[in-house]
């Protein structure tokens, strides 16, 4: 059984910066692909970012463009998202996902396998 646990959220101002980040445990973390997902009150769950097994390729949707950063470490069984430049648009709690890697690029929520409990940002203006 594959466990995530995120931690990292928090309250920040407009323009400031947090790093989530995300352990899994259970399976071989190098089969994941690794996904982050934010849910925002009243709204549906959207994807943030992704980043391949490998790590040489990651994925954005295009309001966190240049400001959001995906990384992973497979020594450690960490994944993490560096958010920069943070707007009150922002705020959402933040999920962690793993889907394993066939080598085919599926952002759908529901073809994620596993999730995490998610952490809550807060970003104030």
């Given at each position: 059984q594959v466990?995530?646990?995120e931690?990292?959220?928090g309250?920040?101002?407009a323009g400031g910066s947090l790093?989530?980040?995300c352990a899994l445990s259970g399976r071989t973390f190098?089969?994941?692909a690794m996904n982050w997902f934010r849910q925002a009150p009243g709204k549906e769950?959207?994807?943030?970012a992704a980043i391949r097994w490998s790590g040489g390729n990651t994925v954005y949707t295009d309001s966190v463009k240049g400001r959001f950063t995906i990384s992973r470490d497979?020594?450690?069984n960490m994944v993490y998202l560096q958010m920069n430049s943070l707007k009150s648009e922002d705020t959402a709690v933040y999920y962690c996902a793993a889907r394993r890697d066939v080598g085919v690029v599926d952002?759908?929520?529901?073809?994620?396998?596993?999730?995490g409990q998610g952490t809550q940002v807060t970003v104030s203006s």
């Open positions: 466990q995530l646990v931690s990292g959220g309250l920040v101002q790093r989530l980040s190098s089969s994941y769950r959207e994807f943030v497979n020594a450690k952002l759908r929520v529901s073809a994620m396998n596993y999730w």
